[in-house]
Each structure stands twice: as C-alpha cells, then as structure tokens.
C-alpha cells in the first residue's frame, strides 16, 4: 500500500489527535500536580511545626472564604479589579497608537528614543509621591500609576515591531497604492502584532503591582491597603488569603491574555507550528 493512501492518511490522523490529547492531558496533569505537591507539603509541615506567621492552607482557605465573600468583595476587590483593568486598557490602547506612530516616523524615534530609556529607567513607585502631589489621592491618581510604569513594554516593543516590519512587504504594499489608514491596518499591525503581544504580556505583572502599591498611599480602600492593614494589625491569615488573591488574579489575567493571544496570533503560532513540524 502506498504511503499516500488514505488509511495512511487515517492513521496518521489518529497518532495527531492522540498526540494533542496527551500533551493535553500531560499539561494538565503539570498545572494541577504540582500545586497539589506544594499543598501536601506545607500541610504536613504547618502540622509538625505550627508558626503564627504562616498558617495552615486549611485555615487560610477558611480565612479566604470569611474575608472575600461578604462585603470586602464589593469594596475592596471590585474596585481595585476595576481601576485595574481600566489602567490595563488604557496603557495598551496608548502603547500601541504612539509606538505606531513614533515607529512610523525615523526623525521622531530618533528624538525619543533617549527620553524613553531615562524614564524606563526611573521606578514607577517613586512616582506615586509626585502623582499625589499633581492629581491628589483619588481613582486617577492610581490609573496613572499603573499606566506610568505598565506602559513601556507595551510602547518599545510596538515602536520595535513597526521598525521592523520587512521592507518587501512595504514596497509590495506601496505597489498595490495601499496608503493611509488600511495601510497600518492591513499591514503594520499584523506585521507588528507578536511584539506587541510580548509587551503587552510583560504588562499585565507590572500592573498588578503598580495597583497594589498605589493603593497603599493615602488610600482607605482597595486590596493594597486591606493587605497593610492586616499585616500591621497581625491578622496574619488575612493577610495570607489577600496575597492569594493576588495571584488568583494574576492567574486569570495570564488565562485571558492566551486566549486573546490565540484569536490575534492563530496565523503566527500556525506558522511557527508550521515550521517546527518541518
């Protein structure tokens, strides 16, 4: 029978689908394991040496439950998800319009470019005094917070993707009298989208911190200062159940940037995909 016969093609069909399910299930079986393991352990530890400082997973998740399924919920968690998420937005929408435009423009990337590596360089909480003084201790000022150290992998890489986008293309572009606005969107955008994609998942941690560590100046709200307050109040398991849900949130932030970055990417990864089967 000859290698391009359909049950061949059948067979190897069926070893694809059977691939696929297993390194499903191998990477589920990693992302739910090791959790797992971490758990066991510090059970079993918690037991043998009990500390005051750091509690059981039993009683955290107790505490986790008490804290943040009552009204904490609606005036510590929604707000600060809220300013969040709107900071989040903010910062990729701004990223992305002048990366495009400042990796459009030679003169301009050429003028900029020194003025960006000095403000990257400055840390994002010095400037939460200064914002204060500016805007005052309200909502905006820890948007700006977050937007003023979240925004810059988002900006260098779009000005990078832009710079980089493959002269072949813009001259075929150029050819086919493709101008103006399509341009950017048919071409530049695209070409540019995996850099984008990068800074915008280098964002997403940095945001979370700024948030927090806007929320605990002058703030009398918000899961930054409920966190302080419990630590300087001792209530250690509080404090514990808090810090999860930081990364609970970070989690799901990471879960919905890959499902967008699939929609957005699915010729890129297809291509890579593409490639590697070569």
């Excluded at 840390?123 to 914002?131: C, E, F, K, R, W």
């Excluded at 100046?217 to 810090?243: D, H």
């Excluded at 990471?254 to 699915?266: D, I, K, P, T």
Aim: net charge positive; glycine share 10%.
């Amino acid at each position: 029978m000859s290698a391009d016969s359909p049950t061949t093609t059948v067979r190897e069909l069926r070893a694809t689908r059977g691939g696929g399910w297993r390194r499903v299930l191998t990477d589920t079986g990693y992302f739910i394991g090791l959790p797992i393991i971490i758990l066991v352990i510090w059970s079993v530890v918690s037991a043998v040496s009990p500390s005051f400082y750091f509690p059981g997973p039993i009683q955290i998740g107790t505490t986790f439950v008490e804290t943040w399924f009552g009204e904490r919920f609606f005036v510590d968690f929604l707000p600060s998800v809220g300013r969040l998420l709107l900071g989040l937005v903010l910062t990729i929408i701004l990223g992305v319009v002048l990366g495009v435009i400042i990796g459009s423009v030679r003169w301009l990337r050429a003028l900029t470019e020194p003025l960006f590596e000095f403000f990257r360089a400055v840390p994002p909480p010095v400037l939460v005094p200064v914002l204060m003084l500016l805007i005052g201790i309200n909502d905006g000022m820890r948007i700006v917070v977050i937007i003023s150290g979240a925004i810059w992998p988002v900006l260098l890489n779009t000005v990078e993707g832009v710079r980089a986008v493959d002269p072949v293309l813009r001259e075929t572009a150029r050819t086919y009298r493709i101008t103006g606005f399509a341009r950017y969107v048919h071409l530049v955008l695209p070409a540019a989208s995996p850099q984008i994609m990068a800074g915008i998942r280098q964002c997403l941690s940095i945001a979370l911190i700024l948030m927090v560590i806007s929320e605990m100046f002058g703030a009398s709200s918000g899961l930054g200062f409920t966190i302080v307050l419990f630590q300087r109040s001792f209530a250690i398991a509080q404090m514990w159940s808090g810090i999860f849900l930081l990364g609970f949130i970070g989690i799901a932030l990471s879960l919905l940037f890959e499902l967008a970055e699939r929609r957005v990417l699915g010729w890129y990864l297809g291509q890579r995909k593409a490639n590697r089967a070569q």
